[in-house]
């Protein structure tokens, strides 16, 4: 997989399929801590690297802020959190489901400001954190975007935006407080 490299000089390693995390944290080495103090690299996930799937054209420094619509749920209502994840496949996800025009693009950022795990799929949907899905009020800042990256099938991708649909005809909303 290629990618405009961020500014430490590391490439992506290539998708090794779901919730697979691309890159353990370099300081902790994915432990999430050290000396039982929360590591500020990776923010206690473990994660060395973070993904933001959209279809928003960004340049490397461009922030990535709360306040836009939202993709999911009502689509009237304005976000109040910035989504991420430390997965290539739940990046390429956001990327496929994300509205607006042009084609998906996946960047990587780095978070400046507390991050949260994403309670819309932590033990909801999947026990644990398995997809590495975060959340922040704060900004994102792109490092970098991922080019060269494979998206879910037409059949895959068709089964999700079905099921997103069921769910917002059942009145289901994201968690955005």
């Keep these: ?34 000396n039982e103090q929360i590591c500020a690299a990776c923010h206690g996930t473990g994660v060395g690297r973070f993904f933001h799937g959209t279809k928003a ?19 009237e209502r304005t976000t109040t959190y910035v989504y991420f994840t430390g997965t290539l496949d739940a990046a390429i996800w956001g990327a496929e489901l994300a509205l607006g025009e042009g084609p998906g693009r996946i960047y990587i950022v780095e978070p400046t400001g507390q991050i949260e795990d994403d309670p819309n799929l932590t033990n909801k ?22 080019l060269d990256w494979q998206g879910h099938s037409a059949e895959q991708t068709k089964a999700m935006k079905d099921g997103l649909q069921r769910l917002q005809q059942q009145g289901v909303e994201p968690i955005d407080d």
């Design 1 to 34: 997989m290629t990618s405009i490299d961020d500014q430490n000089g590391d490439a992506v390693a290539a998708n090794q399929g779901p919730f697979v995390v691309s890159q353990p944290c370099s300081v902790c080495h994915g432990q999430g801590n050290i």
């Design 57 to 75: 054209d960004l340049a490397p420094g461009d922030l990535i802020e709360p306040g836009h619509s939202a993709n999911f749920g009502n689509r």
């Design 125 to 146: 949907r999947y026990p644990g954190n398995p997809t590495r899905s975060y959340r922040s009020r704060e900004p994102l800042r792109a490092t970098g975007e991922v």
